[in-house]
């Protein structure tokens, strides 16, 4: 399966769908590039991923990092749960939460 990086319906945040592995994270980097130029906050919705692997990890850091170098706040709401296994199995689950 494919992933999608999109607004939601009510463009308030985006919305991840499908699978986030290693063949589809760096086609769902693109997208966030091209989604989240717009937004002052980066709120991003996993509800309906699919599918995970260590790779997502990778992906979440180098939002982070988007975001800080970009001067936006982001957050990551409704990881699945094996997702946030692995980060904890990784010791960066810290890095998946977001600072005040």
Do not use: H
């Not at 945040?13 to 699978?19: E, F, H, L, S, T």
């Not at 769902?28 to 699919?50: G, H, M, N, Y």
């Amino acid at each position: 399966m494919d992933v999608e990086v999109s607004f939601d319906n009510s463009n308030q945040y985006i919305q991840v769908k499908g699978d986030l592995t290693s063949k589809t994270v760096m086609s769902a980097l693109k997208q966030f590039s091209r989604e989240c130029k717009t937004l002052p906050k980066w709120v991003i919705d996993f509800t309906q991923v699919t599918k995970v692997d260590s790779s997502a990890i990778a992906m979440l850091i180098e939002l982070k990092r988007n975001a800080l170098k970009n001067k936006k706040s982001i957050s990551f709401i409704y990881l699945p749960a094996a997702l946030l296994k692995i980060a904890r199995l990784s010791q960066v689950e810290d890095l998946l939460k977001e600072k005040p």
